[in-house]
């Protein structure tokens, strides 16, 4: 069974600062398991990430945890 993910067990961590979309998307594809192509101006966490094209989200999963219930 696969594990349930919770949105705000994400950690704040940034891997890469002042690079290029293209930069990102290679390294996300190269060092992560579970990644998702965000669009521009796509809202998480009440946060807008700006964007001029496409970019990929990657993750990392380092525990195997769930959810707490609702």
């Not at 190269?30 to 966490?45: A, G, M, S």
């Not at 970019?55 to 525990?63: A, E």
Request: glycine fraction near 2%; aromatic fraction near 8%.
């Amino acid at each position: 069974m696969v594990p349930s993910r919770c949105v705000n067990r994400l950690g704040p961590n940034v891997l890469l600062r002042d690079t290029s979309e293209e930069a990102i998307n290679t390294y996300v594809r190269e060092n992560c398991k579970d990644y998702y192509e965000i669009p521009p101006n796509f809202v998480l966490r009440d946060v807008t990430i700006l964007l001029h094209t496409p970019m990929l989200l990657g993750f990392k999963i380092r525990k195997k945890k769930s959810c707490p219930p609702s």
